[in-house]
């Protein structure tokens, strides 16, 4: 393979050119794989700069699982910055992976994880870079093999012209085995068509070029807005679930990075999946069934992950770590095992209902930074409405815990913009919050009450596939902006931070987010207008998706706001979550009734599909099904 890195170290010493962290771009950090003799290279891509994307958790996972296959190589790649994509492309350098310095293009596949809807035109960005045809139907035997998977695969029409192969869910045992495949059928002289055929047989696997679209009118007659053109491929897909996570390691081999990245510290996934059900959330429905490794895996992990990388700092990761059946044993052991040591253990987001006296006792350890809780709405009809399942007795409870043991700052999580939201609910998040501020000066000495800090955040709700209020339309910018302006003059507390984000980025999250195989024309029409880089405020432009969605007869609002019944089929439909449509327009039902339904780890089964046979109870180290 070609070794660009004496062209991109030339680039690098010139620092007159104005390169921002030029560490970004060397390779040889600690702890990574090199695989120089593998006959087969495999580039796993994360759309965005290398501070983002190292500590991405899929990037990690499947470079390491590819890596132990014999004979196959995985390498990195992230999207160099914007100063860096301009200068690669005035100087005719390709995009590259980080281990060799080889172009992307000489690959035999390439994988790009699709993490959040704006990072789109970022995806054409980096195959622009790399010298890839943008479509599948323009690329040919000499091509890689461009591969995506990710939280947006869950509707993947927005990104279909783009990808040969989509992957569903879990890609530990689904990755390699499609480049085992795709390296046997080339070995064999198979044709890039074929191997797409026999890639769509594979479970889990959406090839979206065999796929095509149909009227809006056969849609709602048939479900479905594209069919398959052969008749041995499904019609929909399913979901891979990967059975062997709670038996195996949890400690995944760590690169340690030259350069900060965001969540730099050891990350140790504790927990798979979550059956809160929130029915805003997406995450809570593509990760079940709950699995959960032992505490004898995890303490193991913990111990090795920090003595081969040096970290001081360790989170345990998942969706709700606190769910955990064996969490305070865990933390107790850690903390005994790291006493003295200097080393912090985190948990994010803790649950409200989960953390008492005794955990903020267990989570404190050696320091005390920031928490962050998450009410997601002011009143507890919405919270009914959303099925959260907290209580503001929750809040003030995980309060007082804290702040008694020692914490002095906390950041409120909430959403604006749910179904049934009403003003009175805007205005409960200020009560809410300002409530909080007072419980957390009550509970700390009169001498440090000025040292108490409250803030709130607030995204605005964005409809996701494969949840509850998938078929519910997003609010209007300005109706958006009439919100977040009561909230502000609602807060009263000088000591009460408010932030929100931008309604116009939340706008094409959603189009993105609801959007089918037309939405992928604009992202294209945007990025030849400009658009990259989305997720950063500096390069973001509304005027420029609109612009693209005039060209191309789209109308945003049309697909971020319209409402939908249930009866209607959703341009997604194909691609499944595993938890079924009945499920789904049973909890939307249920949410306009504003009645909730409980964690099945803690009662009866909610019948969501995932599971083959109704569950019932709590297993541990095995598995916790949904």
């Excluded at 004496?6 to 680039?11: A, F, M, Y």
């Excluded at 479509?135 to 000499?142: G, I, L, P």
């Excluded at 696997?205 to 007659?221: G, I, K």
Aim: aromatic letters at 8%; glycine letters at 8%.
């Amino acid at each position: 393979m070609t070794d660009l890195w004496p062209r991109i170290e030339g680039l690098i010493r010139e620092a007159g050119r104005g390169i921002e962290r030029p560490a970004r771009y060397i390779n040889h950090e600690w702890g990574c794989t090199y695989k120089p003799e593998a006959a087969y290279r495999f580039c796993m891509t994360y759309p965005d700069t290398y501070e983002l994307g190292q500590a991405n958790q899929a990037v990690r996972i499947l470079c390491n699982c590819v890596n132990a296959v014999e004979g196959m190589a995985a390498e990195r790649a992230f999207l160099p910055a914007a100063d860096m994509c301009d200068l690669m492309r005035e100087c005719g350098i390709p995009a590259f992976s980080l281990e060799s310095c080889a172009p992307v293009a000489e690959f035999d596949a390439v994988g790009i994880t699709l993490p959040h809807e704006l990072a789109a035109t970022n995806v054409l960005e980096f195959l622009d870079l790399a010298g890839i045809p943008l479509h599948s139907s323009e690329r040919d035997d000499a091509h890689p093999l461009i591969m995506a998977g990710g939280p947006c695969a869950f509707n993947a029409e927005p990104y279909a012209p783009f990808f040969d192969v989509i992957m569903l869910g879990e890609g530990e045992e689904a990755l390699p085995e499609l480049l085992q495949l795709h390296r046997s059928m080339k070995a064999a002289g198979a044709s890039r068509a074929d191997i797409l055929h026999e890639m769509a047989k594979v479970p889990g696997t959406y090839v979206p070029s065999l796929y095509e679209e149909v009227s809006e009118e056969e849609a709602q007659r048939t479900g479905f807005w594209v069919r398959p053109v052969f008749d041995d491929i499904p019609q929909t897909i399913e979901k891979r679930i990967w059975e062997g996570f709670a038996e195996s390691d949890a400690y995944e081999p760590t690169i340690v990075p030259f350069t900060e990245v965001v969540h730099d510290r050891l990350n140790v996934e504790i927990l798979r999946g979550c059956t809160r059900g929130c029915r805003f959330c997406q995450a809570g429905m593509m990760y079940r069934p709950v699995r959960e490794r032992s505490a004898d895996n995890i303490v193991s992990a913990v111990c090795r992950g920090l003595a081969e990388t040096g970290y001081d700092e360790v989170s345990l990761m998942s969706l709700s770590s606190t769910d955990h059946s064996q969490i305070e044993e865990i933390l107790r052991r850690l903390n005994h095992a790291l006493d003295g040591r200097g080393i912090s253990v985190s948990i994010p987001s803790q649950r409200l209902d989960s953390f008492g006296v005794e955990m903020a006792e267990l989570v404190a350890g050696g320091k005390r930074g920031g928490l962050t809780f998450a009410p997601e709405a002011g009143t507890q009809r919405l919270r009914d409405v959303i099925n959260k399942n907290v209580t503001e007795d929750d809040l003030f409870g995980a309060i007082d815990a804290a702040f008694s043991a020692g914490w002095r700052r906390c950041k409120l999580y909430f959403m604006i913009g749910l179904p049934t939201e009403t003003d009175d609910d805007i205005k409960g998040i200020a009560s809410l919050a300002q409530r909080a501020y007072d419980r957390a000066k009550r509970a700390v000495p009169e001498n440090q009450r000025g040292n108490v800090r409250m803030s709130v955040s607030c995204a605005l709700f964005v409809p996701k596939a494969a949840t509850p209020f998938q078929w519910d339309g997003q609010i209007a910018p300005e109706e958006a902006q009439r919100r977040i302006d009561l909230l502000r003059r609602s807060v009263k507390y000088k000591a009460v931070d408010v932030h929100w984000h931008e309604p116009d980025v939340s706008l094409v999250e959603a189009m993105m987010s609801r959007g089918g195989r037309a939405v992928a024309r604009v992202v294209e029409e945007a990025w030849r207008g400009g658009a990259r880089f989305d997720a950063w405020t500096e390069f973001f432009s509304l005027e420029t998706w609109r612009r693209a969605c005039e060209e191309c007869g789209v109308s945003m609002e049309g697909v971020a706001q319209t409402q939908w019944d249930t009866s209607y089929a959703v341009p997604w439909a194909h691609l499944s979550a595993g938890v079924t449509r009945k499920f789904l327009e049973r909890e939307r039902k249920l949410a306009f009734k504003e009645k909730t339904t409980p964690d099945c780890t803690m009662g009866a089964c909610s019948v969501c599909g995932i599971c083959p046979t109704p569950y019932s109870g709590i297993q541990t180290q095995e598995v916790r099904h949904g």
